[in-house]
DNA sequence: CGCTATTTTGAGATGGCTCAAGCTATGTGG
DNA sequence: CCACATAGCTTGAGCCATCTCAAAATAGCG
């Protein structure tokens, strides 16, 4: 057998796996197919017939969707050890989203038959599907509530500070979000416009909140990023500037 | 046995029990332990740990989620044959969200214990779950597009079309939604006001696109309503009153 | 080393929110 | 059965957060 781009020890410990153990995590791995894709790449596209369920394995894939208007937002980003795609597999449904790699990753897929056949011999994936189903249900609906009620800059505080648990390094002034995203992608990331996010950074950067350049971002001060996502502090700190924090 | 508050034939159609058998169905039942509330009471409340998983059996259950600073959303609403509650359960965490009664309801409750028993027992109840929750992370997905992208008219739209579905019932007129709805719940649906909603209404009813009393609604232009929704017409038309369409 | 995509910034427009008042169904007690 | 109380609804006026659009600045890339 040729070497596999992923290491079954690694994805073992994914959500996808709970409870299940290395050799039938290798089992299971050994069912599935391996793509690899570069960035820009696409794995699904959305309306398309889903075909299959993925696990990332490498790299960073971002899901979006398109409105009829032809309006785009990111429903979230997948990092090695994620599931995406199957939602429609498992429901049998158009692909409702896009999944593009942002940079080179690769996934594993197993087609509708083979989950089938999975689900009967190890029935705990189901069981782990379900409860990350339920995560994921859980988590939008909180992005729903925010989205309803809070402002744009709490709204795009809060997106960064999930990149920052996603994606985030430790280097030494702060943590690094390691992906490259644009204004406009982090704007399609939070409801907004790449106008106004590119306001809020320029601000924050200001603040030292944060430090930015063209798609590599630091985050300096996440007590800061955390004050603005929960609006402590009201409107805009009417004499911001050099922050009464000291 | 005393008589049951539901009908096992009723709930046996519903997507929990999707290929099942009535035996099954009338076991798993048997399991559970019946509530019933009356209108404003809660079955589980946001924060508190959850207990149970609940299948609507009679009557309309509103499930509401509150940010810390106190604005509340509707999540959705609940109708017999439906499932909610889970969440928390399948995952052990507190409860994410409030369930309300709209009007007496009851519905059958399952502990986490009980839970796992059936999960054991009837493995596509496990199944059914997983597909019911990415049904519904599909459609939240969906709405948090809409939130993000569509302007406030056409998600009011889009909300009445989305009760028609769920409650709508034939009359001659058009297609009355059969549940006692405020403005104010309105908009926690929408994301928006109740100013914004009640405004709304009141143009739509003179365009004769709805027809409302306090709580009553009734759709009376479908086509119309779909059109709003999607925004055909775009942003106002300019010269609405008797509409050019005629 | 110029080209192009991305980002920044400004200026202006506006949709929807906020708040204040008045209105009206609906239910209640006399 | 009617007058009153009350919760819910409507409407107006003003404001402001955010969007839109235009143009210039910048950073990467080939």
């Known amino acids: 057998m040729p070497p596999q781009p992923f290491s079954v020890d690694e994805l073992a410990g994914c959500a996808l796996f709970q409870g299940l153990d290395r050799e039938a995590c290798s089992k299971i791995l050994a069912c ?9 790449e696409i794995f699904v596209r959305q309306g398309e017939p889903s075909q299959s369920l993925f696990l990332c394995s490498a790299g960073r894939v971002k899901i979006t969707q398109v409105s009829e208007e032809g309006a785009e937002i990111i ?22 989203a ?9 996934a594993v897929a197993w087609s509708i038959r083979q989950l089938e056949e999975l689900f009967e011999r190890f029935p705990r994936l189901t069981a782990n599907l379900m409860r990350i189903l339920a995560h994921r249900l859980r988590e939008v609906e909180s992005r729903l ?6 402002r744009v800059s709490q709204r795009v505080a809060r997106t960064l500070l999930r990149l920052a648990r996603l994606a985030g390094r430790r280097v030494e002034q702060g943590v690094l979000l390691d ?11 939070s409801g907004t416009t790449l106008f106004t996010v590119s306001r809020l950074l320029s601000e924050w950067q200001h603040r030292d909140l944060v430090g930015s350049r063209r798609g590599r ?7 800061g990023l955390v004050a ?19």
Chains 1, 2 share one sequence.
């Open 98 to 106: 896009t999944a593009e790699a942002l940079e080179a990753s690769s």
């Open 145 to 150: 509530r925010e989205l309803s009620t809070e």
């Open 217 to 223: 971002l630091v985050i300096l001060n996440t007590h």
């Open 75 to 96: 429903l979230r980003v997948i990092t090695p050890g994620q599931i995406f795609g199957g939602f429609g597999v498992l429901i049998e449904t158009p692909c409702p």
């Open 228 to 246: 603005l996502a929960e609006d402590l502090g009201g409107r805009d700190t009417p004499e911001s500037g050099t922050a009464a924090t000291g």
């Open 32 to 40: 599935g197919k391996v793509r690899r894709v570069r960035r820009r």
């Open 179 to 189: 992906l490259k995203l644009s204004r406009e992608e982090l704007a399609q990331m």
